[in-house]
């Protein structure tokens, strides 16, 4: 089946897409329609990620899906990449949230700075589902500032022992393993320095000292997975380093490939969010007439509208320069920033229009809004993604103060 | 083993079609592949993946647009694929249609030749019939289980009463129904597969066939006019304070009212 939100497409953006990239969307909006929304609530209630449908995700091939075919991933384009990530989001934010960790988090670095050994160990298992991976940089005491962590690896023979904590990692007790950012060496007492030490280390589930734990009664990306990661004298092998980055541009440009991601997911969240929102409003009868016919529904509903659209302006010409080779981090903020934000309004616009029934998790529109507060804060806070900008545009970095 | 598909566009089963000047609006409806047709094609694929050396092609007649859903059709792991498009194609009659795919699956030396059973817009199920006639083979129809043997068939048919067994030689063309098989999804190595395989196009001169017998004006019959199915009236919620009380109210209302009884 082809081409899919045609009735909310005003600017016929479709257009914008090759046949093939059309076709990417529909087949994996089809899956998530068909095979994961009549699970989603269950789990959602639960705190549960569907682990079920891993193998199913894994068949459609989502994992690393721009990654090159011999590491048993299909080679897409950037901007089918980012219709993969709207089509999942449009379920749920923790479906995307699976798939860009697996893919952005976990994939990409181990493709990109990891040795040929490292790829066919670990790429072909994580495309096929049968691993999964998780991404640890966050810690207790240093969320919006990674390059102050204080998780440490010291080298020891054959290798290096790790302590610390990561906090807030998704998919943390559910991996096989973990790509963990640490400084190299002792503490030197000058932190720029020491970030200049960061590498990353392939932590595997079962290494000895290594433990994790789950955050229960989250009210947000209840169907994701999110834990704490310990490390009390694990030794990593060597092997396990990742060999070719070095200091927080390891980190950072996997977010960026996440970032990417989540820019073009938010909208898919936002777009289900009108969808439904204009179905209930044509439907729901108030003062002997349809609400969607009067103004100030009409008000929200066509500003939800409009930011979708221009977010996904954003997002394709993002996916173009990206394609170029040329696309800038402070550009990926941007649309990650503003597109998470609006997601978030349409989410908490569509509630409304619902009245009472937007409450009910059946109606899913406030289990998107709720979902979308931890989009905007993970991957770079709302405001972290304001300094990104102003630091670009202005040439004056705001982080310090 | 060679294995010729045929398949076909139909609104999307989601669209709501209005009408316009007494006549189905189809402008700006999303064009889908068949869903009988669908089955179809998962048998040849299943086929094709069980039994090496198979070789499947899909063959549709559709217009400039159609290629998207061919490419959906060779995603789902169609070796191949075969367009007949034609201005002079709009219009035509189920057996016109069925004369060009005769004449584009002749060539391709087919042994197994398989379609929906109908159409989801129409709902004629002539062509599949029509194109075994033309091509002087066997048909079977309404398939819902289908074993290919070297050179036979052995094909099983659901009725409303009972179940039909066939058996009988190939080449033939199998109409399928549901339950043959579960459709798969489309993966993004399929649709990445699809990019590199080929599709011919053909329009009715290449085929060797003349306009004239194509189109609206030969089809014999004629779309005079189509009306929105009446509105279904509200319901009625029989009243009564227990079950038998209702019953008796139901009774009343059966035998008064709609006088059935
Ligand atoms: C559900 C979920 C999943 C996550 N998954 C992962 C994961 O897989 N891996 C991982 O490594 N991390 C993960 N994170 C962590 C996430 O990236 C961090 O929460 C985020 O970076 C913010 O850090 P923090 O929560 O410590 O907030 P803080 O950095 O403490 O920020 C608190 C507030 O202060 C503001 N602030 C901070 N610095 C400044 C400044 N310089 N100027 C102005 N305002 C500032 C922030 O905008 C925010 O409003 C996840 C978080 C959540 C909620």
Partial sequence: ?401 | MKIAVIVKEVPDTEAVISLKDGKPDLSGVKWIVNPYDEYAVEEAVRTAENKPGTSTVAVMVGNANSRTNLIDVLALGIDEAVLIADPALEGSSPLAIAKALAAAVKPLGADVILAGRQGVDYDWGITGIALAQLLDIAHVGIVSKLELGEGSFRAESEGDEGKLVTEGALPAVFTTDKGINEPRYKNLKGIMAAKKKTITEHSLSSLGLSAGDFGVAAAGVELVGAAEPPKRQGGRIIEGDTAEAKVANLVKLLREEAKVL
């Fill in chain 1, 1 to 401: 089946m082809a081409a899919s939100h045609n009735a909310l497409d005003l600017y016929k953006l479709d257009e914008l897409f090759s046949d093939e990239e059309r076709i990417i969307r529909s087949a994996v909006l089809d899956w998530v329609k068909e095979r994961f929304m009549p699970l989603i609530e269950e789990h959602y209630e639960a705190g549960t990620f569907p682990l079920e449908l891993v193998p199913e995700l894994a068949e459609l091939g989502v994992f690393g899906a721009t990654l090159p075919e011999q590491y048993g991933c299909a080679g897409v384009s950037h901007t089918a990449y980012g219709l993969i990530n709207q089509a999942l989001e449009y379920g749920d934010s923790g479906l995307r949230s699976f798939v860009s960790v697996q893919s952005g988090l976990v994939m990409y670095p181990i493709y990109a700075f990891g040795s040929e050994e490292q790829r066919m160990k670990w790429l072909p298992e994580l495309a096929a589902g049968r691993r999964i991976g998780c991404f640890g940089l966050t810690e207790p005491n240093h969320g919006s500032n990674p390059g102050g962590m204080e998780t440490r690896a010291m080298p020891v023979d054959g290798g290096y022992l790790l302590n610390g904590a990561k906090a807030w990692i998704t998919n943390g007790c559910l991996s096989d393993v973990a790509v963990v950012w640490a400084k190299v060496g002792p503490d030197s007492g000058d932190q720029s320095a020491d970030s200049k030490t960061i590498r990353g280390f392939l932590v595997e589930k079962g290494m000895p000292g290594f433990s994790t734990a789950e955050y229960k009664k989250k009210l947000s990306l209840r169907a994701s997975v999110t834990s704490e990661l310990y490390f009390k004298d694990v030794f990593v092998p060597e092997a396990n380093m990742l060999p070719n980055v070095q200091g927080l541009k390891g980190p950072l440009s996997c977010l960026n490939q996440a970032r990417y991601g989540i820019a073009w997911g938010a909208t898919g969240a936002g777009m289900y969010c009108l969808e439904a929102a204009l179905r209930y409003a044509g439907e729901r009868s108030q003062f002997g007439r349809p609400i969607a016919g009067f103004q100030l529904q009409q008000l929200k509903l066509s500003q939800m509208a409009t930011e979708l659209l221009k977010g996904q302006l954003l997002c394709w010409r993002l996916g173009k320069l990206k394609e170029a080779g040329t696309v800038t981090p402070a550009q990926i903020s941007i649309a990650k920033r503003d597109n998470v934000y609006q997601a978030r309004e349409c989410a908490r616009m569509a509630r409304e229009i619902y009245g009472a029934m937007g409450i009910m998790l059946e109606s899913h529109v406030m289990r998107h809004s709720n979902n979308l507060e931890s989009v905007l804060t993970y991957e770079g806070t709302h405001d972290v993604h304001h300094l990104i900008l102003g630091e670009a545009i202005t040439g004056l970095s705001a982080f310090g103060g």
